[in-house]
């Protein structure tokens, strides 16, 4: 088989992994009330804190789209705004404990959606992919 093919269905098959994916994600977002943005900013605040620049450099949005984001999750109550303690002109955004508990419960609930999919494999293909995605990401 050429090179070709085999690249051709490698792609394949990670848009069909992409695809389920997605569809389990947007489930669960729109499940919890949230946006697709939304659940991502929830995801990428769970281990960190950001200046509200980065986090919209991080998903590629302009300012005031990250603005009215970020202000619908804190009506929400799920983000808080936060003075930057290295620059007085910067705000962080962070979860608050509300939007850290809806950020697990979404972990959970992925974890749920997505584990038939991984477990038909045996371990050590899993942890084959988990390595070889891992290397494929930026």
Known sequence: MPPE????????????????????????????????????V???????????????????????TMTGLVARAERKELLARVANAQDARAVDVVLTDQGRAVADALGVALREALLP???????????????????MLP
């Not at 999919?117 to 290397?135: E, I, K, S």
């Open 117 to 135: 999919f991984t477990a038909q494999l045996p371990a050590v293909d899993r942890r084959a992919l988990t390595d070889l995605l891992r290397r």
């Open 42 to 64: 929830l995801a990428i605040l769970r281990d960190r804190r950001l200046r509200m620049s980065d986090l919209a450099e991080y998903l590629g949005l302009e300012k005031s």
């Open 5 to 40: 093919t085999h690249d051709d269905d490698l792609i394949d098959a990670l848009g069909q992994t992409a695809f389920t994916t997605m569809g389990a994600l947007t489930g669960l977002a729109a499940d919890a009330g949230l946006s697709l943005t939304q659940l991502r």
